[in-house]
């Protein structure tokens, strides 16, 4: 099992929806987990920290962690065509905290 | 969060030469890392930047191919070195600290010929 995971889409939502984009992780990995946005040619931009178990917003985003099942989940509401990017999601290391990045799944908002 | 930059931007070069990147960071940080990221790729890391102290590389990646220096807390080189096509990536450094955050700064897009 890969350490980090993720569906490398493309997942497409309208304009206005809820994209929900998905990650699981192994048992390599724990404690904190992030949320990366990258637009093509760009480098990525921190959107959303997460370390415990429950939902934490900022703005449009909500990012879910649910440890007991290794599943992290980033919900960005109200989707705009400014938001089609790749997000990449990262965990550290149990071992060594380093971050351990998923392939990214790549979102298109369609207007 | 630091403001980080890195120069160059992009380059251009020919297989078997070298190419040494630089990252400064606008305050001091304890931590630099530098990834790679393969065309169409994640981030992969390669070393863990020391200050006063030789990096620290990961499985894969070795000191004779990427030698990397920290003289102080804001500056890190990266060194690629008698590159191949295959080095054609995006390098990245980053700040931050194990089980936290880290930011990225711009990237430098290479292409080996």
């Known amino acids: 099992q890969k350490e980090v995971e993720q569906n490398s889409g493309p997942l497409s939502v309208p304009e206005g929806a809820i994209a929900s984009l998905n990650c699981t992780y192994s048992?390599?990995?724990?404690?904190?987990f992030f949320w990366y946005r990258q637009y093509s040619g760009k480098s990525p931009e921190l959107i959303m920290s997460i370390y415990s178990n429950g939902d934490k917003e900022d703005g449009r985003f909500t990012a879910q962690l649910n440890k007991a099942s290794q599943y992290v989940s980033l919900l960005i509401r109200d989707s705009q065509p400014s938001d089609s990017a790749t997000y990449l999601c990262?965990?550290?290391?149990?071992?060594?905290?380093?971050?351990?990045f998923g392939q990214g799944t790549t979102l298109q908002v369609k207007p | 969060s630091a403001v980080i930059s890195q120069k160059p931007s992009r380059d251009i070069c020919q297989r078997g030469t070298s190419l040494t990147i630089q990252c400064q960071v606008d305050?001091?940080?304890?931590?630099m890392f530098w990834y790679r990221q393969q065309p169409g790729q994640s981030l992969t890391l390669i070393a863990t930047?020391?200050?006063?102290?030789?990096?620290?590389?990961e499985s894969g990646f070795v000191i004779d191919k990427f030698p990397i220096s920290r003289p102080n807390l804001t500056f890190s080189t990266l060194t690629v070195s008698n590159m191949s096509p295959e080095d054609s990536s995006i390098y990245l450094c980053s700040d931050g600290t194990y089980y936290n955050e880290q930011f990225f700064g711009p990237g430098t897009r290479l292409t080996v010929l």
């Open positions: 048992d390599r990995v724990s404690q904190s």
């Open positions: 930047a020391n200050q006063g102290s030789e990096a620290t590389y």
């Open positions: 305050s001091q940080v304890t931590m």
């Open positions: 990262a965990g550290s290391s149990s071992n060594t905290g380093k971050l351990i």
